[in-house]
C-alpha cells in the first residue's frame, strides 16, 4: 500500500478535518475510516454549531466553538460545498426560578467577559420564534449558535480533504498497529498495511480500542447519545433549541467520578437530569435528542428515554407534544473522564498524536480542533491554547 507521511485514523468530522487542513499544509496525508465517512457520531448528531463568540480572552472553548463556525463558512461559502449551513441562532427556555437567576447570572458573565447572550421574555422570543411556550419564565438568546446538516458537513469535509491532496480511504477497518525499529507505524487494515511517520488517532468513541493496540490507556467513554425526528413539515421552527435545566443541574453537581464522565445525563440506569436540543432541519423534519448514558459500546434506543425527551420538547416548543414520532437513532460520543477535550501530542510514542474527547459537541467543535491539531503537526508548535487539551495529562501506558 502506499505510504504516506501522516495516517489518520477516524473519518469523522475531527478526522476529516485534520486531512483537510494537513493537505492545505501540502504534507502527504491519508485517512482510514472503517465505515463510510459520517457513518458514526459526526453523521448522527443534532448539528448544531457555535456558542457564545469570542470573549475579551478567548479560550479553548471560545476557539473550538468559533473557529469551528468559521471555518463552516469558509467551505460553504467560499469553497461552494452545500452543508445547509446557516448562522440561525438558539433559544433556551427557562422553566423555573432557580434556572431563571442561574441564567441571568450566566448572561451577565458571558457579556461581562466580551461574550453575546440576551435574556428574553416570553413575548421577545415569541416574536423571533413563534412555537416557542409563553408559560415559560424566559429564554436565553445566543445569536451565535448556528446549524448545519452533519452528513452533508462531515462528507463535505471529506471532499474538501480530497479536493487538496489527501487520500481518503473508507471501508478500512484498523485490526493491529505495530510501531517498527525505525519508529514508522505499520497500520494493518482488512484492505492491507498502511506505513507512515506519524499517526493521528481520531476515532472518537473508539479512541480507547485504538489506543490499546499501541499500549496506552486513552480515557475516553463511550457515551451513548439518541434522538427522534417527526416527519417532514413546512418551516415552523428557526433556531436551536435547547432547555436550562441540565446546565443549572450540572452547575451544582456535575455527576463526575474518576471513572465517570462530567454532564451526562445518568448515573447507571438512574435518570441525573434532562438535556435538551434540536431544530428543524432543512428537509422539513423536526429533531429533538439528549440523553446522554454511559453504557459501553450500545448502541439500543431506550424507548422511555426518547419519551422523556419528546415530553422535555413539548415544553418548550408546545407544537411536537401533538406530533408522532418518524425515526429514532443513537450513537455514540467521545467523553473524556476529565472533561476536557485531549488535542494534541501523546508524549509516550514518538510522532502520535490524538483529536478526540470534544464529547456532545464533536461536530461544532470538530472543525476547529483538526485544524489546532493539523498546524501543531505541520509546525511542531503547540499553540498556548491547547494547553488545557495537553494528552500528557491524561494518556497513561496500558498496564
Known amino acids: 500500500m502506499p505510504d504516506s507521511d501522516i495516517l489518520i485514523i477516524g473519518g469523522g468530522i475531527a478526522g476529516v478535518s485534520t486531512a483537510f487542513h494537513l493537505a492545505e499544509h501540502g504534507r502527504s496525508v491519508a485517512l482510514l475510516e472503517r465505515g463510510e465517512i459520517a457513518s458514526e457520531a459526526s453523521g448522527q448528531n443534532m448539528g448544531g454549531l457555535g456558542g457564545a463568540g469570542w470573549g475579551n480572552a478567548p479560550d479553548l472553548l471560545a476557539y473550538l466553538t468559533m473557529g469551528s463556525l468559521e471555518i463552516f463558512k469558509r467551505l460553504q461559502i467560499d469553497l461552494g460545498h452545500d452543508m445547509e449551513f446557516r448562522l440561525s441562532g438558539g433559544l433556551t427556555g427557562i422553566h423555573t426560578e432557580d434556572q431563571y ?156 467520578d474518576d471513572t465517570t464522565p462530567p454532564e451526562l445525563t445518568h448515573k447507571g440506569d438512574q435518570r441525573f437530569t434532562r438535556h435538551l436540543y434540536g431544530r428543524q432541519r432543512k428537509n422539513g423534519e423536526i429533531i429533538f435528542g439528549g440523553d446522554r448514558q454511559d453504557l459501553g459500546y450500545d448502541f439500543g434506543i431506550d424507548a422511555t428515554g426518547i419519551e422523556v425527551n419528546r415530553g422535555h420538547a413539548s ?30 501530542k501523546i508524549p509516550l510514542r514518538d510522532n502520535l498524536h490524538i483529536v478526540s474527547g470534544l464529547a456532545s459537541a464533536g461536530f461544532g467543535k470538530g472543525p476547529m480542533a483538526g485544524k489546532l491539531a493539523a498546524d501543531y503537526i505541520h509546525t511542531s508548535h503547540m499553540p498556548h491554547v491547547l494547553a488545557e487539551s495537553d494528552p500528557a495529562r491524561c494518556v497513561t501506558e496500558a498496564e
Not at 493491529?176 to 476515532?203: C, K, M, P
Not at 433549541?241 to 441540565?246: N, Q, V, Y
Not at 407544537?319 to 455514540?332: E, Y
Request: proline content about 8%; some cysteine.
Open 315 to 344: 415544553e418548550v416548543v408546545p407544537l411536537v407534544a401533538d406530533l408522532p414520532i418518524a425515526r429514532t437513532w443513537s450513537g455514540l460520543m467521545p467523553f473524556s473522564v476529565d472533561g476536557s477535550p485531549i488535542i494534541g
Open 101 to 256: 437567576n442561574f441564567i441571568r447570572d450566566r448572561v451577565l458573565s458571558l457579556k461581562s467577559n466580551g461574550f453575546e447572550g440576551e435574556l428574553l421574555t416570553p413575548r421577545e422570543a415569541r416574536a423571533i420564534e413563534p412555537e416557542a411556550n409563553p408559560d415559560l419564565l424566559g429564554y436565553m438568546y445566543a445569536p451565535k449558535r448556528g446549524q448545519a446538516d452533519p452528513v452533508k458537513s462531515t462528507q463535505a469535509f471529506a471532499n474538501a480533504a480530497r479536493n487538496a491532496g489527501a487520500t481518503i480511504n473508507t471501508g478500512h477497518e484498523v485490526l493491529s498497529i505495530e510501531i517498527r525499529a525505525d519508529g514508522t507505524y505499520a497500520v494493518q487494515t482488512n484492505h492491507g498495511e498502511y506505513n507512515s511517520e506519524t499517526l493521528v488517532i481520531a476515532a472518537g468513541a473508539w479512541c480507547g480500542p485504538v489506543g490499546q493496540m499501541l499500549g496506552l490507556r486513552i480515557p475516553i467513554v463511550p457515551v451513548r447519545g439518541q434522538m427522534w425526528a417527526t416527519e417532514s413539515l413546512p418551516p415552523r421552527i428557526f433556531h436551536d433549541i435547547s432547555s436550562a435545566e441540565s446546565s443549572f443541574t450540572w452547575s451544582s453537581d456535575n455527576g463526575s
